[in-house]
Each structure stands twice: as C-alpha cells, then as structure tokens.
C-alpha cells in the first residue's frame, strides 16, 4: 500500500462515521455547511503549515511511497488530514449528544 | 538521545502556545471543555487524538514517513513517533472542533436573521437556537 492508499482509506472511514452519525442525530444542511467550511479553512492551513512543518525538517518522506504531487511542500496526500478532521471530529461531538447530560448540549 | 539546547524545545513551545490559545477561545465561546458537556469534549478529543497517532503509527511502521532532525526533544512515544505529534495532533483536533462550533453558531445566527428580516440588529440579538450544538 502506498501513503496514497492509507489517506484514501482514512477518508473512507472518516465519510462512512460522518454519514452514519448525520443519519443517526438527523444533522442536516447547516451541519453538513459547517463541515465543509471547516474542511475548506483546515485544508488552506494545511498546506501553509505542513509546508512550513517540511521546511523545518520535523519529518521526512520515503519518495518513493508519494504520488510526487505537491502543493508548495505539502505531498497532496497529507490532505487528507484536514478532511478527515473536518469530518470526524464534529461527528464524534454529534454522536456525543445526550451522552452527558440530555439537553445539555452546547 | 535527548539534546537540552534551546532550539530542541521549539517546536514544543509553539505547540504548547497553540494550545493555549485554544484554552482561551475554547473558554470565551464554551464550545468543547469549556461548554455544558466538558467530559464529552475530553472524551472526542481523546479519541481523536488516538485516531491520528493511530494513523502514524501505520504510516511509519510501513515506511512511509519518518522523524526529521530538528527543533524537537527528541522523546519519542514509539521510534520516529515524536513526543511532539502527540500535542500537535490534539491541537488539530481541538482547532477542528472549535471551528466547527463557531461556523455552526455563525451560520444559526444568519438562519435566524433570515427568518426575522424586520428585526434590526438580529445577528447580534439572536440567542443560540435550540439544535445548535449540533
């Protein structure tokens, strides 16, 4: 499998905990808004401060395991972070609901 | 080996002011560990949190990224795993759900500006709709 592989999984999984928890809680367009918005501003940010995070040589890549695309220094790959957290931390809060304290939710 | 120069515990620091700064917006907005349900907050940050290093450690184990050489203490919480990524993927984690909270009240507030059209001043005055949390 290359890095490639691993980010289409991830976001496969992140898509299916998002569908599943927007059906289950009933979350709709404007959850579904917020959840793109969010995707949009983290992947901007991603490709800023990944490339910084490269340039400081806080990690390094096996070449051979990237697709060899690049935003600035941001292997397109490492995009997929944003989107899955984008998707999966708010589903997680969604599915959180009532678990503390009905009606408490924030 | 663990290096005590300075520059070892940049990229720790900036880290560690990141996520202070999410302490203090967290706090003003109430959104995660600061909103009425704070344990379900620790609770998704948590998971999330393992979720990325998961996602690491599958990359590192197969090769596909590595530690670099700089700016870092050099702990690390399994080999080219830093210390570090463990405050960085929190923080992303924290960012992403604070985000989300602002665009969801945002975006509640304009609904219900919307729906009160007559009503000056309503973007303001619109208190948190029921359902927002969601």
Redesign the interface.
Known sequence: MTYGGLAVVALAVALVVALVVARVRGLGARWWAATALTGVVLTGLTVVFDSLMIAADLFRYDEAALLGVRLWLTPVEDLAWPVVAALLLPALWALGDGAERAGADA | MIALHWNSFV?LALLLGALASMALVDRRA???LW???P???A??LA??TL??LG?DL??IA???????????TGIELAPHL?L?ELFFVLF??W???L???L??RV??RR?GARRRPARRGALHAVP?LP????
């Open positions: 990229y109430r959104l995660v909103s009425a349900t344990l379900r907050g609770v998704v998971v999330g979720a990325f996602w599958v990359a197969a090769g596909f990224y590595s530690r670099g050489g700089a700016a870092m830093p570090e992303l984690c960012f992403t759900l985000l989300h909270g665009l969801r975006l509640a609904e948190d359902g927002e949390g969601r």
